[in-house]
């Protein structure tokens, strides 16, 4: 019985002292997400220039890329929004990775030897509005110091 309550007294101590620091660092995190995409190909993006994100924050500028513009098929218009692009997968492509060395190639194809050594995140969506069945398209993130670009099928 006393084994269980020092358990308890040990964890509520972890947890309250972990508590400040998130605190300290949810400030950075939240200035990082205010700054909004830039479409294309980053300019400077190396290994020494670029700036890890987070799944959330790849995500999240991926999803403020894709879903917008307007829709129109078979004479309807449809607003595109986060809920009807789906998200599919999302992969951390790296130079190194083996699942991603074809991610890769087709990164390498849209903004060329820039993004080489730089560590990118790729997120296939499905296009619920399209009649066709099996609509994807992928965009890649990546991060420098300054800003989050978002590239690919757009």
Same mark, same amino acid.
């Given at each position: 019985?006393?084994? &269980?309550?020092? %358990?308890? /007294? ?6 309250? $002292? ?6 300290? *660092? ?10 909004? @995409?830039? !479409? $294309? *190909? ?27 513009? !307007?829709?129109?098929?078979? $004479? ?15 992969? %951390?492509?790296?130079?190194?990775? @083996?699942? &991603?060395? &074809? ?8 903004? $060329? ?15 619920? %509005? ?19 670009? /978002?590239?690919?099928? %757009?």
């Amino acid at each position: 019985m006393m084994r &269980g309550r020092r %358990l308890i /007294v040990a964890v509520l101590v972890a947890v309250a $002292g972990a508590a400040p620091l998130g605190a300290a *660092c949810a400030p950075a995190q939240r200035a990082s997400a205010v700054v909004p @995409p830039r !479409i $294309g *190909c980053p300019k400077n993006l190396t290994g020494y220039t670029a700036r890890p994100l987070t799944l959330a924050e790849a995500l999240g500028a991926a999803r403020r890329i894709v879903a917008r513009g !307007i829709e129109s098929n078979q $004479g309807r218009r449809e607003r595109r929004t986060p809920e009807n692009q789906e998200v599919l997968e999302v992969i %951390l492509v790296t130079p190194f990775s @083996p699942d &991603g060395k &074809g991610l890769a190639k087709l990164a390498h194809r849209y903004c $060329g030897d820039r993004i080489a050594a730089a560590t990118l995140w790729a997120v296939t969506f499905h296009d619920t %509005l399209s009649v066709l069945c099996c609509v994807t398209q992928t965009v890649f993130v990546a991060a420098t110091r300054e800003h989050v670009y /978002v590239f690919g099928e %757009l």
